[in-house]
């Protein structure tokens, strides 16, 4: 059987792939009385007298809910709210097995940003934080500053800044290793939709002053017609010499192409015109615009994509678990940009000098460090942009949630057979 047929068979056997599972038995009439009425009804009162002690007596205090339209799906786009659930789930799975996250996913059957907007705001009382998913550009940019602006809890595009922090640390990482400064590194990145413009603002913000961003109809300038305001707002803050023309005109002396576009588009001889030492991250998914191998052969130094069969995979998976881990352990009120810088400059951290190579530039999405390491990185960020509702020791953040992940996996290989 394919990889895809054996997948088709498990989702049919396991019928979804998350389930909700009692914390506490209910064998006695005292376990009733205490799990529900009349004991139940203590917390209830305790909680309409101040709406935050739902985070001590309730599953908000530990839990997210993923929500999407079903608009823009992996690679298959447009494919309705219906057909998203299998990737939602996939989500929900993740939050638990990689930062011991409580998450529930959401398909909403509208394509109506107001409605979509609308039905979200009242998800508020049950959810610490909203992570949007699988939402077509540009209309996620309003979905989520109209929910950042008017909900309590964090709301976090993973397509946007997921992508944008995994990359970041990557770029961190490879620069690190072919002794290149951020700051002066000249750096192209083909495709400015969602994904593509986060991750060129983030490096705006970390330091980066040579950004050019490319899309379809070119180098993106300022003043260029045709732009959505995300766009445009990106272009006044990149290519500063106000360049035009296409990629393979401004990749020439570039150190660093990272794409977030269409496979196959990074030739060898687009390549081979970039700088020595030059690192390359193709993050089209599923099929990047180069392999690994391929973009090795045209002389580039340090090679990332997507993919999990190929050395240096950038995957969001190191980002989202722990950082909504991290903004629910202080109760925090957004995801702001310190806490995305916080993020990845956790996640670079964890190869040392000693472990840093050409194939080996950032973490391995399986390395348990990850996600305590950006729950602490996080919560220590939002304590200190005062976004946080609550003060906590980080280093007692990065051990729980080290714990908790431990525990659950431990579990799950318990009741798996494993």
């Given at each position: ?155 976090f595009h993973d397509d946007q800044h997921g992508t944008a922090i995994a990359a970041l640390a990557g770029v961190i990482g490879a620069l690190r290793f072919v002794k290149k400064d951020l700051k002066t590194a000249r750096i192209v990145i083909n495709g400015a939709g969602a994904a593509g413009a986060s991750i060129g603002r983030l490096l705006v913000r970390a330091g980066a002053e040579d950004v050019t961003m490319v899309d379809r109809p ?157 729950a602490a990185a996080v919560a220590k960020a939002a304590m200190d942009s005062g976004v946080a509702r609550i003060t906590r020791d980080p280093e007692d953040i990065r051990r729980e949630a080290a714990e908790t992940i431990a525990k659950f996996r431990a579990v799950s290989e318990s009741v798996n057979g494993h």
């Open positions: 059987m394919t990889t895809n047929e054996k997948a088709l068979e498990l989702h049919k056997e396991w019928n979804g792939k998350i389930e909700t599972v009692s914390k506490t038995p209910v064998k006695s009439r005292e376990a009733l009385s205490l799990a529900y009425t009349p004991g139940v009804a203590e917390p209830c009162k305790v909680i309409a007298n101040d709406k935050e002690a739902a985070y001590t007596y309730t599953i908000k205090a530990n839990t997210i809910a993923v929500v999407s339209d079903g608009s823009a799906v992996l690679g298959l786009g447009n494919i309705g709210p219906y057909a998203a659930m299998p990737v939602m789930e996939g989500k929900a799975v993740l939050f638990k097995e990689f930062g011991g996250v409580n998450a529930v996913p959401i398909c909403l059957d509208t394509k109506d940003p107001k409605e979509f907007i609308e039905t979200v705001k009242r998800l508020q009382p049950s959810f610490a934080g909203i992570n949007l998913e699988d939402i077509s550009s540009p209309k996620c940019y309003d979905i989520e500053e109209t929910l950042k602006r008017e909900m309590d809890i964090p709301v070119g180098i993106l300038y300022a003043g260029m017609e045709g732009l959505n305001p995300v766009q445009a707002a990106l272009a006044d803050v990149t290519n500063k010499a106000k360049k035009q023309g296409t990629l393979a005109d401004v990749v020439k002396g570039a150190d660093l192409l990272l794409g977030v576009s269409a496979p196959h588009i990074f030739t060898k001889e687009l390549i081979e015109s970039m700088a020595s030492d030059a690192v390359v991250f193709a993050m089209a998914n599923p099929i990047p615009e180069t392999d690994y191998a391929s973009a090795k052969e045209a002389g580039a130094k340090v090679v990332g994509t997507g993919r999990s069969d190929a050395p240096n995979q950038i995957n969001n998976v190191m980002v989202f678990p722990g950082i909504f881990r991290g903004a629910m352990a202080v109760r925090a009120r957004s995801i702001n940009e310190d806490m995305k810088l916080a993020a990845a400059y956790a996640i670079a951290s964890l190869v040392s000098d000693d472990e840093l190579a050409e194939d080996h530039v950032i973490p391995n999405a399986f390395d348990e460090r990850v996600a305590p390491a950006v």
